[in-house]
């Protein structure tokens, strides 16, 4: 195996880009590998821009903004580092021991009852984290399940006090204003993206937007299916920015009515193409005052719940 070093403001690092067990994922965006600091072995993550786009100066900006904001919380990930070579830019983050949310709602042995008040505290912990992006006058954007860690201690998730770390910053914007480098490129996940980011109104994103994907969140870790059931994207613009998130068995009524206030959606009766661009941000706008309009409102309520 041959390594690659790359030398960085803080420290030098060293990964294998040709060993497939090394990358952790790759998206048309970024190839994220397993990496460490040269000198003391310690494990971090290696996050490259796709080299394909070194020449892209919206990608490449983009890239500069994740690795630019610091959010200094517990339960953020933490960049450490930015390394720009003449055809290649990294980011640098710490390395985390855990699951991500994704893999344990998928699990079958956590599919007793008995675990709905793990998920619940996992949303609650999430909430947190948001409330300090939201403070900092920025907006996740991409909330999702996949985009959750939950840690592990001594080789175990603890099912009573879960910790939780929130990662890929790479969709992170300022809140309630207009995203100026992404050519109208949607860059989040329409199974969870909010009404205004499927309608395109940039400046509408923010804090309710993140509560909105959170919502749908928990509703998939307590259903073990997502709201949004669907694969057919001639009906996932409709059903994401206006259908009502349905009822589900395993969701009792008093956590339903949290999930439902923090999917509100914009009331259009009529067909989409019926309404003014107008007419349809002026319902988005009454539809988020609808929502929880803080993070730590919906935690408030979901720990309620908790006994």
Not at 202 to 212: A, C, N, Q, T, V
Request: aromatic fraction near 12%; hydrophobic fraction near 40%.
């Amino acid at each position: 195996m041959q390594a690659y070093f790359i030398q960085g403001a803080n420290a030098k690092y060293f990964f294998f880009p040709y060993e497939e067990s090394t990358i952790l994922s790759r998206s048309k965006f970024s190839i994220v590998y397993l990496a460490a600091e040269a000198v003391t072995k310690q494990k971090v993550i290696c996050k490259q821009l796709s080299p394909n786009l070194f020449n892209n100066q919206s990608d490449k900006l983009k890239f500069f903004v994740e690795a630019s904001v610091s959010m200094r919380h517990p339960g953020i990930v933490k960049t450490i580092d930015l390394v720009v070579e003449d055809e290649n830019i990294f980011i640098i983050q710490e390395f985390i021991v855990g699951l991500t949310l994704e893999n344990l709602i998928k699990d079958k042995r956590l599919f007793d009852y008995k675990y709905n008040y793990f998920f619940m505290k996992v949303i609650a912990e999430c909430c947190d984290a948001l409330d300090h992006i939201h403070k900092n006058g920025y907006c996740h954007c991409d909330i999702k399940p996949a985009n959750i860690m939950v840690l592990e201690k001594y080789g175990e998730i603890d099912f009573h006090e879960p910790e939780i770390k929130i990662i890929d910053l790479g969709n992170i914007k300022p809140a309630f204003k207009p995203r100026v480098f992404d050519d109208n490129k949607r860059t989040y996940n329409i199974m969870y993206g909010s009404p205004e980011q499927v309608f395109g109104f940039d400046e509408l994103i923010g804090d309710h937007s993140d509560i909105f994907s959170l919502g749908l969140v928990l509703y998939e870790a307590i259903a073990k299916e997502p709201a949004l059931n669907t694969s057919n994207p001639m009906f996932i613009k409709r059903l994401q920015s206006v259908t009502k998130v349905p009822e589900h068995y395993r969701i009792d009524e008093e956590l339903y009515q949290i999930i439902s206030k923090a999917t509100a959606k914009p009331e259009l009766i009529k067909s989409t193409s019926k309404y003014s661009q107008q007419e349809i941000a002026h319902k988005i706008v009454l539809s988020l005052q609808a929502r929880y309009q803080k993070t730590l409102y919906m935690k408030e309520d979901i720990l309620s719940l908790v006994k």
